[in-house]
């Protein structure tokens, strides 16, 4: 069968998913089934999987539903944790303290507190706590799934303490054949890591630094009252600060420490740096911006997740005690991800999956402790002797939370099994590669000397199909390796731009956008925002594929590879 009709045939899910979603605007719920169906179809018919390998697909896809679910779990019940003790009322207080002007707030929770969390956990956490947090202190829903979205882009490719870096680039190059090649030359393995790591810190840097000033303007444009851009002019000096004051040090601490902690320092160092500086009103707008009131905001930005606050505890509560949940959420994700002796005591609980109905290399599992819902959960459950809750207030969180997991659940059945098909569609009886790559080769094949311009764009179609930077990594370094090895040019800047485009995909991945939207309540609305973050996602590959092209063409960047 001809290459091209295979990458059609491989593409097409995708183009439905597409179709669905974002042109006829169907709510995930009705249009995944038939996003699987037909994956499910075309694996069976034209890859000539096996019943077998398709349907342990599905079961590997359904386990890792059940730790996307735990997290959402985790970041809801924290939520109405707080929300029935009093501590939200006390952050919204706290919030409006430092600035009652909504681009601030979204800047410093959303960009800033945001990409710390990304930093210390990753896996869609930020969009799962930030998005609620926005929705208690008066934002829209929608507009806060949105802003999580947003986030999931520059500080993703070091998210989780490197995790895609150190696993995802690590595990998908042949980094055994790469080493020797490497020795051979007068380098090593760790040296050739660290320079991916200092290209893909340094055009994160360029590229993610206005992504505060994108939140800001596509917040006034689809959710002002007048609906304009213009609302968001007077910010950009303030903006344009926020993005460097996680960039800079986020750019160093990756050239200087490594691909650990350029996001976590990064996102502290500038939350201290932005938080103060609002205080002080420097560069801060000098009129204040809001949405319109409540009642007059359309039935779409409306999740089913209330807020209200008022006689929720006759208790007043200082800033300081709200907050320590979401500082003990941090602290725990960063100790768990930090020493190892620590995550590797929290992972010992784990129910394993190997080889799924005996197929090699489907694998699967469950590690309730480690994922960020056991934490989020942990903390939940001390918020409620650290806040002397009453027991009818928590149960009533409890029950709030599990309710919003039904319709998630639902979505996710499909979505994630789905992305496990395409991803072991590559064991076959018609020895075709899977499906992600036989798409990948056909752009390759098709574009030639431009590639360097579409590598970013490889990346970010990975992490669109399976939700992650780290498995697009794992799935495409080593295909961005080899075609950059047969045109003569830097491996590890192409290997760089597909690290920096799973990054920018995350803001579309469906089983993402399904998992923040359950968090507030909006499911049915998926498509809607996938309409919106495309956008930032476009210019974020199309710009760092310039600058990747640029560096090839006109730099003539080099690594230890060349010839």
Known sequence: MPSSLLALLAFSPILLAAILLIGLRWPAKHAMPLVFAMTAAIALSFWQMSFNRVLASTLQGLVITAGVLWIIFGAILLLNTLKHSGAIQSIRTGFMTISPDRRVQAIIIAWLFGCFIEGASGFGTPAAIVAPLLVAIGFPAMAAVMLGMLVQSTPVSFGAVGTPIIIGITSGLDSEAVGTQLLANGSDW???LQLITN???IIHAIVGTIIPLIMVLMLTRFFGKEKSWKAAIEIIPFAIFAGLAFTIPYAATGILLGPEFPSLLGGLIGLAIVTSAARFNFLTPKTTWDFAPAKEWPSEWLGSIEMKLDNVTSKPMSSWLAWLPYVLV???????????????AMKAVVIKFPNILG????????????????ILVFVACSAYFLHKMQWQRFRSALSESSRILIGAGFVLLFTVPMVRILINSGINAADIPSMPITMARFIADSVGGIYPLLAPSIGALGAFIAGSNTISNMMFSQFQFGVAENLGISTAIIVAGQAIGAAAGNMIAIHNVVAASATVGLLGQEGST????????LYYVFFTGLIVLFAVNVLGVSDPLMP
């Open 530 to 537: 996938l309409r919106k973050t495309i956008w930032p996602t």
């Open 330 to 344: 941090g602290l725990l994700l960063v100790i768990s991800r930090v020493f190892p002796s620590v995550g590797s």
């Open 359 to 374: 197929e090699a290399g489907i694998n699967a599992d469950f590690m309730p402790l480690y994922l960020p819902g056991g």
């Open 190 to 192: 760790a040296s050739f």
């Open 199 to 201: 290209q893909v810190a």
